[in-house]
């Protein structure tokens, strides 16, 4: 008898017996016929898994912080499987609207932490937040920070007579006095009791810090952070990178530190290096402070590197893009400028001819009678004439009463002076050279052709022949340019304190 065939609806059992269900159900009552499929193996182990999970569920309460996957986005809402039998639902509503836990920054398969605000609904789902979660995500990361030693930036946003209160990614953390950088010893003795001291922490509102945390004990929601530590630990690494980066001859920008007898020490943004008072730029001073000043921004050029013994020597004269050096090119003796009053001194005034060029207008050099102090005032422009440069020591002598006297060496007319010179109407052959017109620079000839009276032309007589003594002499050249030179120590030395004044 022919058996009939019922294709796919065949009630027979399959011919093969290792196949499909068939074969599952002859292992199960054959232990010696175990698989060796290691997908069927995977799927059993599987199963095994969920029933043991079944006999010992997950429980959770009101406050429990726990982190699970995120199943599904909707726009209202966030499906997140936190390990119950249903997902946990996290509302879209009070989600932030930027940064961390926004909705655009929250991905299917992302791992959160959340708050747990209801276990279970009526629906079974658990009630979630990621707002609140966060503060204990960002206590999860300074604990991180703090077993790291790891530095951080900190806002600060109040204060109070024990420290500061920073802003830590939404965690509130204290910074006592004594670990404050910028407080001297015995305001931190004093405490934020003095007056001056609630000042300076007033101001430091808003600023931003770096911090290294010194203590955190999220029980009691404590958080201790140091700058102090925080800013040495920073110039002890920077300081390992600068001696690593830095080569000979390399040009940098830094700030003035500190001064001393012997030079000037230089930051380099985590590294000083000294500026030895032989490579300042100005020659022949006899302090550093003469000519620097701490907290000026200044450009120097490594000379050496000694990573062995942390030493960098630095020098600020090669550095420097020095107008000096060429303005001998650029500039001649007797030569009239326009050059803008920058301080008024009891010798006279210091005028600016171009950046980085100034020059003494001595007492001597100004219009006859005037007074620097009621006539002159910074920022006024005036035609002045070079009398003398030196480049070396950075000196600029200039004249405002020269500049004013015409510079020609055309003839000019006859003088009305007798023969002997004692006053009256002179002789019409009784005229001044071109070559005497401009050793002279007289008055303009307008004046001359008016009539001067005897004693005016005198007086341009005298002041001719004094000055023709001047250039013959040596000796009167050589007191009138150590007169000048004084003035100009004079100056810089009245510079650099009222510059410290202001600093402190």
Do not use: C
């Not at 000294?274 to 020659?283: G, M, N, T």
């Not at 102090?373 to 035609?383: A, P």
């Amino acid at each position: 008898m022919q058996v009939q065939k019922h294709g796919d609806l065949s009630t027979m059992p399959a011919t093969n017996l290792k196949s499909g269900r068939v074969q599952r159900m002859f292992e199960e009552n054959d232990p010696e016929g175990q698989s060796n499929n290691p997908e069927e193996t995977g799927d059993f182990n599987e199963m095994e898994a969920l029933l043991r999970e079944s006999a010992n569920p997950i429980t959770i309460k009101r406050g429990d912080v726990v982190e699970g996957v995120i199943v599904r986005i909707d726009q209202d809402e966030i499906l997140v499987d936190i390990g119950l039998k249903s997902e946990g639902v996290l509302s879209t509503k009070e989600l932030p609207t930027n940064g961390y836990g926004s909705f655009n920054e929250l991905h299917l398969n992302d791992q959160v932490l959340v708050y747990v605000i209801q276990p279970e609904t009526p629906d079974g789902h658990a009630v979630l937040s990621l707002k609140r979660a966060n503060a204990e995500r960002q206590w999860r990361i300074a604990d991180e920070q703090y077993r790291a030693g790891e530095l951080l930036k900190a806002r600060v946003i109040d204060y109070n007579k024990g420290g500061l209160i920073v802003d830590v990614a939404g965690i509130r953390g204290f910074v006592p006095i004594s670990q404050i950088l910028n407080l001297k010893r015995e305001e931190v003795a004093s405490g934020g009791e003095s007056q001056e001291t609630a000042a300076k922490l007033a101001s430091m509102k808003d600023k931003e810090l770096t911090l290294k945390i010194i203590e955190i004990n999220r029980t009691r929601n404590r958080l201790i952070l140091s700058e102090r530590l925080a800013v040495q630990e920073w110039r002890q690494r920077r300081r390992e990178e600068l001696l690593d980066e830095l080569k000979p001859g390399e040009v940098r920008r830094g700030v003035v530190s500190n001064l001393a007898n012997f030079g000037a020490f230089v930051d380099l943004g985590g590294a000083d290096g000294l500026v030895h008072i032989s490579q300042l730029a100005w020659s022949r001073v006899n302090h550093p402070s003469e000519v620097l000043h701490v907290g000026q921004e200044v450009e120097v050029q490594v000379l050496s590197v000694d990573k062995e013994k942390k030493k960098i020597a630095l020098s600020i004269k090669r550095a420097e893009v020095d107008p000096w050096t060429t303005v001998e090119q650029r500039y001649t003796p007797g030569q009239v400028v326009t050059g803008t009053i920058t301080k008024i001194a009891p010798f006279g005034a210091f005028a600016r001819i171009e950046d980085g060029i100034e020059g003494l207008i001595h007492l001597s050099e100004l219009t006859p009678g005037m007074d620097p102090k009621q006539n002159l005032h910074e920022g006024l422009q005036l035609q002045l004439r070079i009398l003398r440069i030196d480049a070396e020591r950075r000196r600029l002598g200039l004249s405002l009463r020269q500049a004013e006297e015409p510079d020609t060496k055309e003839p000019v007319p006859e003088l009305p002076t007798s023969e002997n010179g004692n006053g009256g109407k002179g002789a019409s052959n009784n005229t001044i050279s071109s070559e005497e017109t401009s050793t002279h620079q007289e008055a303009a000839p307008s004046q001359l052709e008016s009539g001067a009276p005897t004693s005016r032309r005198g007086e341009r007589r005298e002041r001719t022949s004094d000055r023709q003594a001047l250039s013959n002499s040596p000796k009167d050249v050589e007191e009138e340019t150590t007169a000048m030179a004084e003035a100009f120590r004079r100056a810089d030395r009245q510079r650099s304190k009222e510059d410290t004044e202001t600093s402190e």
